[in-house]
């Protein structure tokens, strides 16, 4: 894989705009969910962890050097983004990674920024 691969086509956000801001109803208040980076839906479920590596040369694809761990999300709402951790020589990176496509429930397909733009959340 090339040196940006796994993440062009795909729209980035930092890891706390999927992290729940209120305070937690789990047990424990430190606890947060996950919340789609996109809409703030909270209901998603976790697909199975990849893991991509980097051989110290770039091959993960997502920019820095080393490995990447890949969490796919696939949101009750309309929006798939994966939960990534990318790391290096002891450095840790994090990003979600949102698919550029949104699949609504009629089963139409959209671009991600054509279905941002005519719903008014980004500017045209």
């Given amino acids: 894989m090339s040196d940006n691969e796994f993440i062009a086509g795909s729209r980035l956000y930092p890891l706390a705009e999927s992290i729940e801001r209120e305070e937690s109803v789990f047990p424990l208040r430190s606890m947060r969910r996950l919340v789609c980076p996109v809409c703030g839906h909270e209901n998603a479920h976790l697909g199975r962890p990849k893991f991509h590596e980097g051989d110290d040369s770039g091959e993960a694809g ?6 990447l761990v890949e969490v796919p999300v696939e949101g009750e709402c309309v929006h798939n983004w994966s939960v990534c951790f990318g790391f290096h020589k002891g450095d840790v990176v994090s990003f979600v990674k949102v698919a550029v496509e949104v699949v609504e429930g009629n089963g139409m397909v959209y671009d991600l920024e054509d279905w941002l733009t005519a719903r008014g959340e980004v500017d045209a």
């Fill in 62 to 67: 997502w920019g820095g050097r080393g490995d």
